[in-house]
């Protein structure tokens, strides 16, 4: 077995994903690097060492199989799983349809659990981690994310199955819930009255950057989170705990 630790993260090609190897990296891990989009993932691992891009899809049983095989034989062992990748696909209820739902949950939910499933043997070898990305908008309903917000309540359940059952043989399973994230995808689609809005609605006043999503993601797979398991981390800026409250009444604390 190799001296190195080995994390597997999904969605890697971009983004939190991306943000999360690039940590693990510096940490001294080696990192196998799992996105569907073969062309960016391939531009993303350019220039890193200790990679493994594997260009497959989690929501393809046979595919999942492959990453975790291809991971043992070139690394020798699985020490952590980022369950990241997510399609984020958005619209009215009335006008989702039940494929558009399912593309949804293919990845966003049987991802996570056939990842999952797959790498348990090998974490068991390491007493590892698994760590699922959830959402903001698994804990608090909105408009436009039956789907997704659905898919995201799941996994955050889901997380809670796998420490329960899990546990005895060493292996955690948490799960990070990020909030509004200064993506290059979120800055393309939110126009500046959605920015301000969120700005107003997260007591810290800002979106978050990939980095920190990644630094909570990092401890929880690390050794420092040893006897963390079963957790919910909302890394937001305070959104979901001031969910119900209304941001002009918490900036002026008038109740008149």
Known sequence: MSDHKTAIVTGAARGIGLATTHLFLAEGLSVAMVDRDAEELQR???????VLPLPYDVSIPEQVDAIMAETIQHFGRIDCLVNN??????GPIEDTSFARWRTVMETNLDGVFLCSQAAIPHLKKTRGAIVNIASI?????????????????????LTQQQAAELGEYGIRANCVAPGPVRTKLAMAVHTPEIIDAYHDAIPLNRYGAE???AHVIAFLCSDKASYVTGQLISADGGFESTGIGLPAVRAKGDFA
């Not at 993303?44 to 060492?49: F, I, T």
């Not at 990748?85 to 958005?90: E, P, R, T």
């Open 44 to 50: 993303a691992a350019d220039g890193l060492e200790r």
């Open 85 to 90: 990748a997510g399609v984020a696909d958005f």
């Open 137 to 157: 908008s698994g804990l608090r309903a909105s408009t436009l994310r039956v789907a997704y917000g659905t898919s995201k309540a799941a996994v955050i359940h």
């Open 211 to 213: 980095d920190e999503i």
